[in-house]
T-cell receptor, first 111, second 113 residues
Framework: GENVEQHPSTLSVQEGDSAVIKCTYS??????FPWYKQELGKRPQLIID?????GEKKDQRIAVTLNKTAKHFSLHITETQPEDSAVYFC??????????FGTGTRLKVLA | DVKVTQSSRYLVKRTGEKVFLECVQD?????MFWYRQDPGLGLRLIYF???????EKGDIPEGYSVSREKKERFSLILESASTNQTSMYLC????????????FGSGTQLSVL
């Protein structure tokens, strides 16, 4: 069945450094790719998303890139801050109601 | 701002009990979802509903059922709770159509003893 692989499972970076999280999807019909951030004890919240007709999208310190040919997409966080520490989930959907989520990346930003 | 409210933050039940998890959203969203979140497994879809009284199985529906009698409310039912259903349960809603943004509730941490 469809799946989304997410790497790494944990990531530690020094404050101010960049962080990159990568996801690979299997369903070539996928056309919407959101990223969710879940802080400890809180609900997942959408931080950025990208649709298949776009290769890159930026929002301040975060960006997402999409390579449809290789079927992978990545989250980039620049100038990391302690409040970026959280679990990040990628997801893919082909326009059905079923989102396939990655297994999550625990990001720690070290002060 | 969209609000998705889950009735309980923590719940402790015994094996064999019938368990109801309630979710209410206030944005008139057609689509509602129940996910289960386990460490290392991410979010897995249990059931979703795209309209009142409509429901579709997700990836792991076994041992669960759902009810959507009103647009704003989506209930997850564990007919006979088992220890392997100990988990964090997340409800979500999304606006009409497909591929839209999911709004999550705060989650219910269910422990089955």
């Amino acid at each position: 069945g469809e799946n989304v692989e997410q790497h790494p499972s944990t990531l530690s970076v020094q404050e101010g450094d960049s962080a990159v999280i990568k996801c690979t999807y299997s369903d070539s019909a996928s056309n919407y790719f959101p990223w969710y951030k879940q802080e400890l004890g809180k609900r997942p919240q959408l931080i950025i998303d990208i649709r298949s007709n776009v290769g890159e999208k930026k929002d301040q310190r975060i960006a997402v890139t999409l390579n449809k040919t290789a079927k992978h997409f990545s989250l980039h966080i620049t100038e990391t801050q302690p409040e970026d520490s959280a679990v990040y989930f990628c997801a893919a959907t082909s326009g059905t109601y079923k989102y396939i989520f990655g297994t999550g990346t625990r990001l720690k930003v070290l002060a | 701002d969209v609000k998705v409210t889950q009735s309980s933050r923590y719940l402790v039940k015994r094996t064999g009990e019938k368990v109801f998890l309630e979710c209410v959203q206030d944005m008139d969203h057609e689509n509602m979802f129940w996910y289960r979140q386990d460490p290392g497994l991410g979010l897995r879809l249990i059931y979703f509903s795209y309209d009142v009284k409509m429901k579709e199985k997700g990836d792991i529906p076994e041992g669960y059922s759902v009810s959507r009698e009103k647009k704003e409310r989506f209930s997850l039912i564990l007919e006979s709770a088992s220890t392997n259903q100990t988990s964090m349960y997340l409800c979500a809603s999304s606006p009409p159509g497909e591929g839209g943004k999911l709004f999550f509730g705060s989650g219910t941490q269910l422990s089955v003893l």
